[in-house]
């Protein structure tokens, strides 16, 4: 393959739709004289595919409706010889070809739902095409919050103390649910379970702020999560970049918010260029605590990376009281905001040699899947079709 199709996968049926595609475009600007012949992979908001030169510039996302009345359909198709292509669906002119890109890799930029929760990669694997970031299993479990601590709890991570309850379980029994709750001590924190970027997330000090909250974070997702708060409560972030059998962690960052608990805004809307993502948000890096914190978190992030499964580049989140200097994992994000180019930057790592990496990482990840035994070879159907459809009916589960 001559010319190597570098797919630049984003958007997505998410609530981070936005932060999605910023992430995007920046780490197409940074590859703008590399190998590759970046393709943009565009789902919006109502689940369609799209690509078209376009879509590589930020001004085209003012409108998306006009978007989607402009830029091509397309769709992962596969050819004679079984490669993966990214193929145009319709053309511009009359007598015009539908363009077509053999796949040499897919670059996930997505945040949230539907992209960033194993979704997507399922599709790569499907259609055989190497991908970067964690693999299904490893993308869906950083992507549920109520999973993610029973896994660390399993394995020795600290957490804090939590409850977790379905939408139906409130309806039915409300009461039963703030008894619970109160145990852990006010205040709380209540989450959606299954979305990222502060999204739903509020902070309850009483019994009707906590029901309100509730009630906002079930228009997000039909599975809540209620923790006690740690307090006085400092947020230290790291990135983990490689794979679960070698990796490296970046410097430490410690963010910084109007609030206690740090908001959407703080998070995208802050600092200067908020058109940036996280590489906007307000932050002292590398965070101002002791070496000893700074090595125990770090330590704490690899070990965490590796028992999810993780690949190409995380950040691990943690929650640290302030006076105590505990430590409790709170969330890794297997697709951070903006690749956390701004951690391994500071760590002598380009956002594009960041990019580079993930590339040859989802590569490498792809060869070894493909190395191993793909099929079983057996004549069992021959066998069956000998005996007819009766035979079959002696097969047991």
């Known amino acids: 393959m001559s010319t190597k199709n570098l797919i630049i996968a984003f958007g997505g049926v998410s609530p981070e739709h936005e932060v ?33 030169n376009q879509l590589l510039e930020l001004e085209t996302y003012k409108d998306l409706s006009l978007l989607e009345e402009n830029a091509l359909q397309c769709a992962f198709v596969k050819d004679d010889i079984g490669r993966t292509h990214l193929k145009q669906q319709n053309s511009s002119g009359l007598f015009s070809k539908p363009k077509s890109y053999p796949v040499y890799a897919v670059v996930c930029a997505f945040h949230g739902s539907g992209g960033e929760n194993g979704a997507f990669q399922g599709i790569c694997d499907f259609f055989n095409v190497p ?42 029994d409300q009461e039963t649910i703030i008894k619970e709750a109160e145990i852990l001590g006010y205040p709380l924190i209540v989450k959606p379970c299954s979305l990222g970027s502060s999204i739903g997330v509020a902070k309850a000090t009483s019994k009707d702020e906590l029901i309100n909250a509730v009630e906002m974070a079930f228009r997000y997702d039909a599975h809540l999560l209620i923790e006690e708060a740690v307090h006085p409560l400092m947020e230290i972030n790291c990135s983990v970049l490689g794979t679960a059998q070698e990796c490296r962690a970046s410097v430490c960052e410690k963010p910084l918010g109007t609030t206690e608990t740090l908001s959407f ?21 590398p965070a101002d605590i002791s070496s000893e914190l700074t090595e125990e978190i770090r330590e704490l992030a690899i070990r965490t990376f590796k028992t999810f499964g993780a690949s190409g580049v995380a950040r691990l989140d ?12 709170n969330e890794i994000n297997t697709i951070p905001g903006s690749f956390s180019f701004y951690l391994w930057d500071k760590s002598d790592i380009s956002f594009k040699q960041l990019i580079d990496e993930l590339i040859e990482i989802a590569i490498q990840n792809h060869q070894q899947k493909n190395g191993r035994v793909q099929s079983y070879e057996t004549n ?11 035979g079959l009916k002696g097969i047991k589960n």
Do not use: H
């Open 20 to 52: 999605s595609v910023l992430s995007a475009i920046q780490a197409i600007s940074s590859m703008e004289n590399s190998q590759y012949n970046l393709v943009p992979l565009y789902i919006s908001k109502s689940g369609k595919w799209f690509t078209g």
């Open 265 to 285: 805004k703080d998070k995208y809307q802050s600092g200067e260029g908020a058109d940036k993502g996280m590489a906007s948000a307000d932050r002292v890096i």
């Open 380 to 390: 069992l159907l021959n066998e069956k079709a000998v005996k007819g459809i009766k």
């Open 318 to 329: 943690f929650l640290v009281n302030a006076e105590t200097e505990q430590v409790y994992f």
């Open 131 to 172: 991908y970067t970031g964690s693999d299904v299993l490893a993308s869906s479990l950083g992507m549920d919050k109520v999973k993610a601590k029973q896994v660390c709890v399993a394995n020795d991570i600290p957490v804090t103390d939590s409850l977790d309850f379905y939408e139906s379980n409130w309806e039915t």
